[in-house]
Each structure stands twice: as C-alpha cells, then as structure tokens.
C-alpha cells in the first residue's frame, strides 16, 4: 500500500479499507461486493466467500489447444489458505 510496516500494521489500514467498501455497498444498496482475488484469509474475516469461475483459454495455432489442459497445472497452483468466519454459530 506504499505505507511503512509499523504505520500499516498497528493501524490495520487494508482491513480498514475492506470495511469501509462494505460500509458504502451496504449503504447503497448492493447485494455483493466484488473484493477481487487476492489476500483471501482477511477478506474472508469480513465474510466474504471464494467463487470459482470457469475459464476458456485458445491459444494460436490451434494445434497448441491440445497442450494447454497439461500446461496450466505446471505453471500454475492455487495457494492453500484458511477461511475465517466472523459470523459466531457458523
């Protein structure tokens, strides 16, 4: 966030941040809030959820389609993270 570590964490600024953009979707009215991809565990103590999409990839040539169901698990792999919930009996 371009802030020195000491300022950023004793004031808790990307947590804050995520507050406030909950704050202003729930004020207008939005039924969800769209927090991306990254830093998963703390946009889940907010109660945010992962939703997975599908996605379709076409390379070109085409001949190299083949090769892409193998491709992609060797560059690329989900990071483990644990889901919090701060909703208490859930």
Known sequence: LGLEDEYKNTHHLYHNMLFDLLEDALAEGFEWVDYGRTA????????????????????????INRFVPRFVPAVFEPREWRARNPFRGE
Do not use: D, T, V
Request: aromatic share 16%; no cysteine; hydrophobic share 40%.
């Open 40 to 63: 998963l565990e703390i946009k889940s103590s907010l109660g945010a959820e992962p939703h997975y999409f599908g996605s379709w990839l076409q390379m070109r040539p085409r001949w």
